[in-house]
């Protein structure tokens, strides 16, 4: 069991980081809003893997909010989540407020292109904007020689790793494997909204995706196969934000030339909107 340092500005978390940094000791970050799950976990345990010192980031980013969305209701949850975070041996927990993030007068913004184009764009516009400076402040707050990301947030997976290295920012980006229920449902905070019967229609996404996947990868006609999943998935209740197959890299819309396809879905159950993934 190690104590987590709990820092709630910059200056604190950098003090209590600079013993390893002097050590010359490797430091990974595991930046998250907290409600912390298996799936933050798992991204805890690599970055052990990864590194001598771990620092885990809880935060609830208003500027990836759109004033209609979620930012009052998110679940939070300090307390529980440092107790899972004590038996993990993490050196240190960022739990910065808004003000010590965004100051009085905050000006800056940072604006990446190429994978944030399109998907999760096209119904939260505001998204990857506020991504992309919260995680940019992160880093330097930390400036971790490694950082992981889930690959249940594809998109946002791609666009930092498209921002570090345009920024040539000195962190290595890991993406790690999407953790999920019994049932195939990916681990999410926002679960937690899902009532009992859309927790149990919600495993029909990870169903309609694979399936997709293995018709596509066989050769199918894409554009019929994702047409019958949108249709399967709005019959069971769902409203589609999309289900797109893009090229893996870049996000991009497939061509001739793609070499790996990515299969990345959005979709409303009532009041929760689920996303998910998976590789053709
Ligand atoms: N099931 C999962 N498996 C692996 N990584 C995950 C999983 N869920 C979230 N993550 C990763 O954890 C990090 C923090 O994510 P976040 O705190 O937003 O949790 P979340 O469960 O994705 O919540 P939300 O419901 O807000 O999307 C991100 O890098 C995200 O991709
Ligand atoms: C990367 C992140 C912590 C930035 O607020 C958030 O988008 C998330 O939890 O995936
Ligand atoms: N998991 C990504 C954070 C968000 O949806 O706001």
């Not at 000195?170 to 679960?191: H, K, Q, W, Y």
Request: hydrophobic content about 45%; charged content about 25%; glycine content about 8%.
């Amino acid at each position: 069991m190690t104590e987590p340092a709990i820092c709630r500005s910059i200056a604190a978390l950098r003090d209590t980081l600079k013993p390893a940094r002097m050590a010359d000791e490797r430091i990974a970050m595991v930046p998250t809003m907290g409600a912390l799950h298996e799936g933050h976990l798992s991204l805890v345990r690599r970055a052990r893997q990864e590194a001598d010192r771990v620092v885990v980031s809880i935060f609830v980013n208003p500027t990836q909010f759109a004033p209609t969305e979620d930012f009052d209701a998110y679940p939070r949850t300090e307390e529980r989540d440092v107790e899972l975070l004590r038996t993990l041996g993490v050196e240190a927990v960022f739990a910065p407020s808004v003000g010590e993030m965004y100051p009085a007068g905050f000006a800056t913004g940072v604006s990446v292109g190429g994978p944030s184009v399109g998907l999760e764009s096209d119904f939260r516009p505001h998204f990857f904007n506020g991504v992309a400076v919260v995680v940019t402040k992160l880093l330097l707050a930390a400036l971790p020689d490694v950082a992981v990301f889930g690959e249940k947030d594809y998109q946002q997976l791609c666009v930092v790793r498209r921002m570090a290295l345009d920024l040539n920012l000195p962190t290595r980006i890991v993406g790690a494997e999407t953790v999920r229920e019994a049932d195939g449902l990916a681990m999410s905070s926002r679960n937690v909204y899902l009532s009992p019967d859309e927790r149990r229609t919600a495993a029909l996404i990870q169903t309609v995706l694979t399936e997709a996947a293995t018709a596509i990868g066989d050769g199918g006609d894409a554009g019929a196969i994702l047409a019958a999943g949108r249709e399967r998935l709005a019959a069971a209740g769902f409203r589609v934000d999309y289900l797109e197959l893009r090229d893996a890299d870049t996000l991009a819309a497939v061509t001739a030339g793609t070499a790996s396809r990515r299969l990345l879905v959005a979709a409303w159950l009532g009041r929760t909107r689920l996303i998910d993934n998976i590789a053709v």
